[in-house]
């Protein structure tokens, strides 16, 4: 059963940075995985933030292009997201999540099945 644990969240000033790791275990690594960042504010929909597939190519969200750069250290198993120029309203709960792709005729997306428990960014203005 995959683990996915989140850490370096915390509270900082607008413009501060920040840098986010999600550990993974309990899998033996394959490289037909997908792996992402999400976020969800308090009454607000949970949101794609930054996403690598199984090919190596990165996603971003347009309210967090240009700040937030995602990167995976397959060795040891890390997804981090380095946080920079950050804002107020990127004040969420970060979570890591994995999932292998799932094609179609059209394309694949990844089907997202582990999910981590979240780690607190707060941004004050």
């Known amino acids: 059963q995959v683990q996915l644990v989140e850490s370096g969240g915390g509270s900082v000033q607008s413009g501060g940075s920040l840098r986010l790791s999600c550990t993974a275990s309990?899998?033996?690594?394959?490289?037909?995985?997908?792996m992402g960042w999400f976020r969800q504010a308090p009454g607000k929909e949970r949101e794609r933030v930054a996403i690598?597939?199984?090919?190596?190519?990165?996603t971003y969200a347009d309210s967090v292009k240009g700040r937030f750069t995602v990167f995976q250290d397959k060795a040891k198993n890390i997804l981090a997201l380095q946080l920079n120029s950050l804002k107020p309203e990127d004040t969420a709960m970060y979570y890591c999540?994995?999932?292998?792709?799932?094609?179609?005729?059209?394309?694949?997306?990844?089907?997202?099945?582990?999910w981590g428990q979240g780690t607190q960014v707060t941004v004050s203005s």
């Open positions: 999540a994995q999932g292998v792709p799932a094609y179609y005729s059209g394309g694949y997306y990844c089907a997202y099945n582990s």
């Open positions: 309990g899998y033996t690594y394959s490289d037909n995985i997908c």
């Open positions: 690598i597939d199984t090919y190596g190519i990165t």
